[in-house]
């Protein structure tokens, strides 16, 4: 349920995927340069200010917290990981588009995260993220299993390009499936 102004997204995937770097980009902190791999101890949690999209029901716009919960890949925080889930409303998946492993292994981070979660299909991302060079729109393919789920190549050296516009389009249709799940929500009390 959207809580008040903020929206809890967390981001997952393998180690050394790039999703402290893309947390960061999103989030517009200085911290995005390639200073050497510092693995991610448990999560880290980004906040920032969004406008969000105007909802259809209600007139005026609204600013929100968005909490980008950036989360540990290394399965020696999975502990951690029910507390974490808790209350979030969508899921960016981040994948080494370089790392054919990576790719191997996101069935099993959307199973573990997002299903565990309750969070539904339409509620999540996958970002194919390119930590070398420039990232080739449409160029990486999601398994069969979860082609129910956007995929978007990303690169940091692009970021204007890949990054913005995948969190764009992809924070607006979470927003949208969260005020169409408030609304139904309110009727089912009103009746």
């Known amino acids: 349920m959207f809580k008040g102004s903020s929206i809890k997204i967390l981001i997952i995937g393998p180690p050394q995927s790039g999703k402290s770097r893309l947390a960061n980009y999103i989030a517009d902190r200085e911290d995005i340069s390639q200073n050497g791999y510092r693995p991610t101890a448990g999560v880290r949690i980004l906040e920032f200010e969004k406008e969000a999209p105007k909802n259809p029901k209600r007139p005026g716009s609204e600013k929100v917290i968005v909490e980008l919960w950036d989360m540990s890949g290394d399965a ?63 160029q990486s393919k999601l398994p069969k299993s979860l082609s129910s789920l956007t995929v978007h190549d990303t690169s940091i050296e692009e970021g204007n390009q890949t990054i913005h516009p995948a969190f764009e389009k992809f924070f607006n249709s979470l927003m949208l499936s969260i005020y169409e799940k408030q609304e139904k929500e309110e009727n089912r009390l009103m009746n």
Not at 91 to 103: D, G, L, S, T, W
Not at 115 to 122: D, S
């Open 76 to 138: 020696k925080f999975d502990s951690c990981w029910p507390a974490i889930m808790k209350d979030a409303q969508g899921v960016i998946c981040v994948y080494n588009a370089e790392n054919p492993k990576h790719e191997q292994e996101l069935e099993q981070w959307i199973n573990q995260i997002s299903k565990k979660a309750g969070i539904p299909a339409a509620q999540n991302v996958v970002f194919a993220h390119h930590l070398t060079g420039k990232a080739i729109k449409g």
